[in-house]
Nanobody, 125 residues
């Protein structure tokens, strides 16, 4: 049974940093894609970043490029999202997602078969 467990959310002032973590269990290989999405109140779920675990290939949305970094724990199906220079518009529930097929646009929530429970990130002064 696949399970994704996120941690690391919290509150931070503008310009601050946070690191989120997502551990995936139940997969039999590392040929999976793990991504971070976020959803603010009354907004659609938005893709933030994705990593192909086996190769380390990454893609970022334009809204976070240069500020956020997705990375992996070597030998594990675990990813991190380092978020720097946070702004109030980054406030959202952040979700980890995993895809074992590689089919579909990386930014499409429908591509992902597995989701974590979400962790709240709040940026305010």
């Amino acid at each position: 049974q696949v399970q994704l467990v996120e941690s690391g959310g919290g509150s931070v002032q503008p310009g601050g940093s946070l690191t989120l973590s997502c551990a995936a269990s139940g997969f039999t290989s590392n040929r999976i894609w793990m991504a971070w999405f976020r959803q603010a109140p009354e907004k659609e779920r938005e893709a933030v970043a994705i990593m192909m675990i086996a190769t380390g290939t990454t893609i970022y949305s334009d809204s976070v490029k240069g500020r956020f970094t997705i990375s992996r724990e070597n030998g594990e199906n675990r990813v991190y999202l380092l978020m720097n220079n946070l702004a109030p518009e980054d406030t959202a529930m952040y979700y980890c997602a995993a895809d074992a097929t590689g089919l579909g646009a990386w930014y499409s929530a429908g591509r992902y078969q597995y989701w974590g429970q979400g962790t709240q990130v709040t940026v305010s002064s």
